[in-house]
């Protein structure tokens, strides 16, 4: 049970170029979750899952796009990278939303852009 | 909207001390609170989970407390040692049909304790 994974760990990318952060769970979790943390700062919500299929917006998604075909799997696209999208991104997921859940967190993907 | 803040956002401390640190929310509609310890460059470990019906929440030398109603948590840290600093967040699961589980974070102590 490797609970919540994602990949890469870090990575460096020039303005303008796209890439994929990779969150897997097997936790067999309906809802997930991206969420970038600035320096100094706390996490903020970027984009959210209820389930397979079903997406929707966090207060920060200027930038990014995110899928969920499949219960594991909740991916965020970056499409055109800006320096101000250099953060830390955290991938999260929850079993339900009742108040003895407690979310889960993935180990972070630390984002530089140049 | 829910705003989350930590007080102080900095604490430095001699070993072996008893501290708190505070934490606050501006809408008391929430499911539960949990407070978080994040490791320079690392990931963030769940401490206590405090459900929205509960008053506190012990682990080892760690109590957290909620008082709902004015919208606080305190998370007390007992006989402090240096491998206790690090970065504590709290945060709080919105209330209501439509949260669907979302956190709202504070901004975070930054905790030193020197030998």
């Known amino acids: 049970n490797a609970g919540v994974t994602q990949t890469p760990k870090f990575r460096i990318l020039k303005i303008g170029q796209s890439m994929t952060l990779q969150c897997t769970q097997d936790?067999?979790?309906?809802?997930m979750y991206w969420y970038r943390q600035d320096p100094g700062m706390g996490l903020k919500l970027i984009y959210y899952?209820?389930?397979?299929?079903?997406?929707d917006k966090g207060e920060v998604p200027n930038g990014y796009n995110v899928s969920r075909s499949t219960t594991e799997d909740f991916p965020l696209r970056l499409e055109l990278a800006a320096p101000s999208q250099t953060s830390v991104y955290f991938c999260a997921s929850l079993q339900g939303i009742s108040d003895y859940n407690e979310q889960f967190f993935g180990p972070g993907t630390r984002l530089t852009v140049l | 909207k829910q705003e989350v803040t930590q007080i102080p956002a900095a604490l430095s401390v001699p070993e072996g001390e008893n501290l708190v640190l505070n934490c606050s929310f501006t809408?008391?509609?929430?499911?539960?609170l949990q407070w978080f310890r994040q490791d320079p460059g690392k990931g963030l470990t769940s401490l206590l989970l405090?459900?929205?019906?509960?008053r506190e929440q012990t682990s080892g030398r760690l109590n957290a407390s909620l008082d709902k109603s004015s919208g606080r948590s305190t998370l007390y840290i007992a006989a402090s040692q240096p491998g206790d600093s690090a970065t504590y967040l709290c945060a709080v699961k919105g209330g209501g049909g439509t949260s669907y589980g979302k956190l709202t974070f504070g901004q975070g102590t930054i905790l030193t304790v020197h030998p």
């Open positions: 405090i459900q929205s019906s509960q």
């Open positions: 899952s209820v389930g397979a299929g079903i997406t």
């Open positions: 936790m067999n979790h309906n809802y």
């Open positions: 809408d008391s509609a929430i499911y539960n």
